[in-house]
């Protein structure tokens, strides 16, 4: 599986984003896709994932009722839609894939497939 992550970029507390991960390779009924992100000296976190074939999501705590994981499957692409960021939503967010009960104990742990980050950051 091949991740590629897009969408970041600067934005004032209170705005919006859209972060897309596009997947290619090989696809499987049981796959997740999920975003994690990471704050420099800290450790990569889970934000939400999506199982591939029914959409069932899940989110941590911090950012439920704001964000909103999707997919596409005609376009093989993931999307997080955040709404009402706030500044300690500052991260570079990560796209990954793995099973999707590897995704949803919301650990990096056993997570096989990265892509590259993005930088989001929520001005004050």
């Known amino acids: 599986v091949q991740l590629q992550a897009s969408g970041g970029g600067l934005v004032q507390a209170g705005g919006s984003l859209r972060l897309s991960c596009s997947v290619s390779?090989?696809?499987?009924?049981?796959?997740?896709v999920g975003w994690f992100r990471q704050t420099p000296g800290k450790e990569r976190e889970f934000v939400a994932t999506?199982?591939?074939?029914?959409?069932?999501?899940y989110y941590t705590d911090s950012v439920k009722g704001r964000f909103t994981i999707s997919r596409d499957n005609a376009k093989n692409t993931v999307y997080l839609q955040m709404n009402s960021l706030k500044p300690e939503d500052t991260a570079v967010y990560y796209c990954?894939?793995?099973?999707?009960?590897?995704?949803?104990?919301?650990?990096?742990?056993?997570?096989?497939?990265w892509g590259q980050g993005t930088q989001v950051t929520v001005s004050s």
């Open positions: 999506i199982s591939w074939s029914i959409g069932r999501t």
């Open positions: 390779g090989r696809t499987f009924s049981s796959l997740g």
């Open positions: 990954a894939a793995d099973f999707v009960c590897v995704l949803a104990t919301m650990g990096t742990y056993g997570v096989d497939y």
